[in-house]
């Protein structure tokens, strides 16, 4: 089985900065894409940052130019700097990657998010 853990989320000010930490753990034999999602209150799950295993990356336009999205691939990590925070960036952020697991095959696999607010 393979477990995808986030951390770094918190309470942060308008205007201020965090750093999301994503590790994959247990049978990883690959990881394809990496990607960080996010779901706010009353709110669809939105694809925030994807980052192939080649390193090309892509945002949605809300975040570009604040977040940048980087991986480690020696140490099966994804990682998200998010820069110049506001209020409506406030939600639960989500790692999801597409894992080479025990069956040889690539599968979706999903943390179980980390809060992120943005208030003063």
């Known amino acids: 089985q393979v477990q995808l853990r986030e951390s770094g989320g918190g309470l942060v000010q308008p205007g201020g900065s965090l750093r999301l930490s994503c590790v994959a753990s247990?049978?990883?034999?690959?990881?394809?894409?990496m990607n960080w999602y996010r779901q706010a209150p009353g709110k669809e799950r939105e694809l925030v940052a994807v980052?192939?295993?080649?390193?090309?990356?892509d945002y949605v336009d809300s975040v570009k130019g604040r977040f940048t999205i980087s991986r480690d691939n020696d140490r099966n990590s994804v990682f998200l700097q998010m820069n110049s925070l506001k209020p409506e960036d406030t939600a639960v952020y989500y790692c999801?990657?597409?894992?080479?697991?025990?069956?040889?095959?690539?599968?979706?696999?999903w943390g179980q998010g980390t809060q992120v607010t943005v208030s003063s």
């Open positions: 999801n990657a597409e894992v080479r697991d025990y069956t040889s095959r690539f599968r979706p696999y």
């Open positions: 980052i192939d295993s080649g390193g090309h990356t």
């Open positions: 247990g049978t990883v034999f690959s990881i394809n894409y």
